[in-house]
């Protein structure tokens, strides 16, 4: 019984819950590594993801690959320093592609597990205990946006004041 029960969500699954098949076209890889993006991280396929909250959110396509570059050098920090005493915090605008990517449960936990031989669980609480908390949370975002100009040679906003220049916007992206 338990066996046909099984069969019958992954039918369900396989006829119904199939993600939209777009590639990852190679000039995007490209510019990935260029970028300085593990060439491992770069090869992820967050096509859908993206696709999907380009709509949802109203992005712009220059938004979504900036978030998605910085996204994919959050993985990069967190593949190549895998002992670091504080957590790496990110962006709101990585955070934003995070929760995204996550939802697609399947393909998320199938890239961790790539990437890390694990899932990478997601704790979105940091700095919301308190002050302590929050000045814990502040610590890890300094400590993390000097590791990320340490690892790619450029402060952590600098693609995301490319990103408002190119809105011609001084608000956050």
């Given at each position: 019984?338990?066996?046909?029960?099984?069969?019958?969500?992954?039918?369900r699954?396989?006829?119904?819950?199939?993600?939209?098949?777009?590639?990852?076209a190679?000039?995007?890889?490209?510019?990935?590594?260029?970028?300085?993006?593990?060439?491992?991280?770069?090869?992820?396929n967050?096509?859908?993801?993206?696709?999907?909250?380009?709509?949802?959110?109203r992005?712009?396509?220059?938004?979504?690959?900036?978030?998605?570059?910085?996204?994919?050098?959050?993985?990069?920090?967190?593949?190549?320093?895998?002992?670091?005493?504080?957590?790496?915090?990110?962006?709101?605008?990585?955070?934003?592609?995070?929760?995204?990517?996550?939802?697609?449960?399947?393909?998320?936990?199938?890239?961790?597990?790539?990437?890390?031989?694990?899932?990478?669980?997601?704790?979105?609480?940091?700095?919301?205990?308190?002050?302590?908390?929050?000045?814990?949370?502040?610590?890890?975002?300094?400590?993390?946006?000097?590791?990320?100009?340490?690892?790619?040679?450029?402060?952590?906003?600098?693609?995301?004041?490319?990103?408002?220049?190119?809105?011609?916007?001084?608000?956050?992206?």
């Amino acid at each position: 019984m338990k066996t046909r029960i099984v069969d019958a969500r992954r039918e369900r699954e396989e006829r119904y819950l199939q993600p939209p098949s777009l590639p990852l076209a190679d000039a995007n890889v490209a510019r990935l590594l260029r970028a300085g993006v593990d060439p491992r991280v770069a090869r992820i396929n967050l096509e859908a993801v993206k696709s999907n909250i380009c709509r949802r959110r109203r992005w712009s396509m220059k938004r979504c690959a900036v978030a998605e570059l910085e996204y994919k050098r959050m993985l990069t920090l967190l593949l190549w320093n895998p002992a670091l005493p504080h957590p790496i915090v990110p962006t709101l605008l990585v955070d934003e592609i995070w929760h995204a990517h996550i939802l697609d449960t399947r393909a998320y936990h199938r890239d961790m597990q790539a990437l890390f031989g694990e899932y990478l669980h997601h704790f979105p609480y940091l700095g919301e205990d308190g002050a302590e908390s929050e000045r814990r949370k502040d610590e890890a975002f300094e400590l993390s946006s000097a590791l990320y100009a340490r690892t790619f040679g450029e402060p952590v906003f600098q693609s995301l004041n490319a990103l408002r220049r190119a809105r011609g916007s001084s608000r956050g992206a």
